[in-house]
């Protein structure tokens, strides 16, 4: 099937990668008349049609990147699964699309594991995750079948009492707190804090103790009403390093190997979580172009964190377990676009500004982790940067999309590209200076439909309430008028 079909309902079509003059992804790259084209739509179009600023995101682009990486690992470990997290990217066209490819899912909250299953994600293949779960997560996940992981001493006992009103089993894991000893001497990136690897992750709140962990498996092993399913951890974006992965990976055995010495319990899965990044040639990622092609592939790091289990296990005899992940921005990133439009133009005596209707409430790591995210022009795509300029948003504050970008000659009207923009982008979107939220159009082959309605005045103003006092201050007649 041709990438320009669409896929038949509930089929994950096949995919042929486009040919561009230029590729910025295997459906993303510069058209055969110069612009930025997103699979087979120019996005110059795309923004005259649906407005600015806007969210774009290739269906093709983002199955692509998720069949790469279920491949990569089931070829070095082929008991493993994909949880896609969720809160990378929580549209609900973009659940059913990782539904069709038969991803599973990372939830946080309970709006996030009702928008999959609304989509009708097989809630066997979802995990809720947390640190302060409410009640009314923990019966939605009982009453649907989730696997629930434990991150709290009390909250095995609060399970266990809404499992029985309900008069359900359930499925439980446990949020580990690895104590990642290699990693003493690795250097985080600067976005989880000041400090090593393994500082950075235990100043967290996230996981239990060795001790706690064992407490939790004895005690949930004499409720009936209670399946142990799973160990789980989270190393999140700390590095571009796939020995760090593996490290983890591999002490995830230790522990339950350790596990199974307290308790008899053998973990049948291990869940290692997120943070894998991807590379780019023209770079992407914090601190200015962190990762370039030189970053990890998905087959980096399956093959390691593979290797890392395989040893461990064989070493502790273990048996190998099933391999859960939970990549988000790793696959949604790819797959995104977003696009703004020129403004005013200023140039001061060093400095020069572009001003978009793209702000950092809809790009917000560009301004709260430092992140670069790749800008070009819609139009003539290619055309040679000329100008160092700052990219800047609307905003009453200082609002940098891009700063210090090497750009051709901009003018209002123009429109301006941020590239990898699928993930935290639209699901961290803010509202500061009550800006309304941008429409997100979603590109398969050469069709284009909203999966997100553009805010309205009314979007803005719907949620506020006045009290009937105030109402009256402002409006009731006075004495004597």
């Known amino acids: 099937m041709s990438a320009r079909t669409l896929p038949k309902a509930g089929r994950a079509p096949q995919l042929d990668p486009r040919e561009y003059e230029t590729s910025f992804g295997e459906f993303i790259g510069i058209g055969p008349n110069g612009n930025l084209w997103v699979d087979g739509c120019d996005v110059a179009e795309l923004v005259e049609r649906f407005g600015s600023p806007l969210f774009i995101m290739s269906e093709n682009q983002l199955r692509y ?43 946080f ?7 999959a299953l609304l989509a009708g994600t097989d809630p066997k293949t979802l995990v809720l995750n947390g640190s302060n ?33 309900l008069g ?36 967290t709140k996230w996981g239990m103790t060795r001790e706690q962990t064992v407490e939790i498996v004895k005690r949930a092993q004499v409720m009936s009403n209670m399946n142990l399913v799973e160990i789980h951890f989270h190393l999140s974006r700390m590095s571009n390093i796939a020995n760090d992965f593996a490290v983890m990976a591999g002490e995830m055995i230790t522990w339950a190997a350790h596990i199974r010495d307290e308790t008899g319990w053998v973990a049948p899965t291990i869940d290692i979580g997120g943070g894998w990044t991807f590379g780019k040639w023209y770079g992407t990622g914090p601190n200015s172009q962190m990762d370039d092609d030189s970053a990890p592939t998905a087959d980096d790091y399956a093959r390691e964190c593979a290797k890392a289990i395989k040893d461990e296990a064989a070493r502790l005899d273990f048996p190998l377990p099933k391999l859960r992940l939970e990549p988000g921005r790793a696959l949604s990133g790819p797959a995104g676009v977003a696009v703004g439009t020129v ?48 990219l800047v948003g609307p905003l009453c504050n200082s609002d940098e999309l891009g700063r210090h970008r090497k750009m051709p000659p901009l003018q209002r009207g123009d429109f301006v590209a941020f590239l990898d923009t699928g993930g935290y982008c639209e699901s961290s979107a803010a509202r500061y200076n009550a800006q309304r939220l941008p429409a997100t159009v979603l590109v398969t082959g050469d069709t284009a439909d909203v999966i997100s309605d553009r805010e309205e005045f009314r979007d803005a103003a719907g949620r506020f309430r006045v009290p009937p006092h105030l109402l009256a201050g402002s409006f009731a007649p006075q004495a004597g008028e």
């Open 65 to 107: 990147t998720y069949r790469s990486f279920r491949d990569a690992f089931r070829e070095h470990y082929p008991n493993s699964e994909i949880l896609f997290a969720n809160k990378s990217n929580n549209g609900l066209a973009i659940r059913h699309i990782m539904n069709q490819e038969g991803a599973g899912g990372d939830c």
């Open 109 to 115: 909250g309970n709006t996030e594991m009702y928008l």
């Open 133 to 165: 779960k409410e009640d009314e997560e923990l019966e939605m996940a009982i009453a649907n079948g989730l696997c629930i992981n434990i991150d709290a001493m009390d909250e095995l006992d609060r399970i266990d009492a809404v499992a029985k009103r």
């Open 168 to 203: 359900k089993d359930v499925d439980i894991g446990i949020r580990l707190a690895l104590d990642l000893d290699p990693l003493a001497e690795r250097q985080g990136v600067a976005m989880h804090g000041p400090g090593t690897m393994k500082e950075q992750s235990d100043s």
């Open 343 to 390: 403004g005013a133009v200023k140039t001061g005596d060093t400095k020069k500004w572009v001003n978009l209707d793209l702000s950092t409430n809809h790009i917000s790591w560009a301004a709260i982790l430092d992140w670069y995210y790749h800008a070009l022009p819609v139009r003539n795509a290619g055309a040679e940067g000329t100008e160092t300029v700052d």
